[in-house]
């Protein structure tokens, strides 16, 4: 019996248009935010070449889904996007000046993918699938395209704000196959969608007729570690490898700078201005 996909609604944004107080206001409220041309023609070209020989792993709901994680040991250009100066700006603007990287990953979606389930990427406790990553309170994911994000080959997904309810619906340890009020993210290739990693969200089927890779960079502030200090380190000796403008985010991805458990109700040398938190933020410039 054949079942009638839930409708979608295409987000028509004009991204190019915003601010930085525009971006800024859109990840935090809605929940993702799209930059274009955040990679240039060059480097997609680049990326495209980079990622057509590498093997790729199935998902377990389908061939046709693939990916291949840490892909940021592969070659100097895949680590030397993690320190991305126009990403780290943006970045920065958001979650404040100590970022600190925790993984990445090359997906492919072949025609024929039936859709990835609407989830979240952050789960309180971990998780089978996300580890004890999931459980870092904050977090944000880039999401570099190599390819155009057109209605039919598998754009992004999204349930706008839904990383902002207190409903029993937002458990984020719930999936969803769809949502009426979801939204579809069209995008060109080199343009990347950032997003809020409790914001529940997926994509749809491919049912064109050509592939669509993506790139995807997570990170976190510094100060927000996880639950339980079982992220596995990064390997010392490609740490050594490095170079230093890249070596800065690999700093430990269990560490919680500024944590205490025990700190006082009116602890010493307290500031009386946050930018960060300032409504003001929305109206930012650059």
Same mark, same amino acid.
């Given at each position: ?5 839930? $409708? ?12 930085? =107080? ?44 693939? &990916? ?57 406790? =971990?998780?089978?699938?996300? &580890? ?22 598998? $754009?992004?997904?999204?349930? $706008? ?28 290739? &080199? ?10 969200? &997926? ?21 927000? =570690? ?6 596995? $380190? ?23 700078? =500024? ?28």
């Amino acid at each position: 019996m054949n079942v009638t996909p839930t $409708p979608f609604r295409i987000d028509e944004t004009d991204w190019s248009a915003l601010t930085l =107080g525009d971006q800024i206001r859109h990840l935090e409220l809605e929940g993702y935010a799209v930059i274009p041309d955040l990679l240039s023609p060059a480097q997609v070209a680049r990326f495209k070449q980079l990622t057509s020989p590498l093997e790729t792993v199935p998902a377990d709901y389908s061939d046709k889904q693939r &990916g291949r994680r840490n892909i940021h040991w592969e070659t100097p250009e895949f680590s030397n996007l993690v320190a991305h100066p126009p990403t780290i700006r943006f970045l920065q603007a958001v979650m404040g000046e100590e970022l600190v990287f925790l993984g990445s990953v090359f997906a492919l979606s072949l025609p024929g993918h039936p859709g990835i389930s609407l989830h979240t990427d952050g789960q309180p406790w =971990g998780s089978k699938i996300f &580890g004890y990553t999931g459980s870092c309170p904050v977090q944000v994911r880039v999401l570099y395209y190599l390819d155009d994000l057109t209605a039919d080959v598998s $754009p992004f997904l999204v349930v $706008p704000r839904s990383h902002l309810s207190l409903h029993a619906d937002a458990n984020p340890y719930t999936r969803y196959s769809s949502h009426p009020e979801q939204v579809a993210v069209p995008a060109k290739a &080199g343009s990347a969608v950032l997003l809020n990693h409790r914001c529940f969200h &997926g994509n749809l089927p491919n049912v064109g007729t050509r592939e669509r890779g993506m790139l995807a960079y997570l990170y976190r502030p510094a100060w927000a =570690g996880p639950v339980e200090p079982k992220i596995e $380190p990064w390997p010392e000796e490609k740490l050594a490898a490095l170079p230093p403008e890249v070596r800065r985010f690999f700093s430990d991805p269990n560490a919680r700078a =500024g944590f205490d458990f025990n700190h006082p109700n009116k602890p010493a040398n307290m500031r009386s201005e946050a930018p960060g938190i300032a409504p003001s933020r929305w109206e930012r410039v650059k």
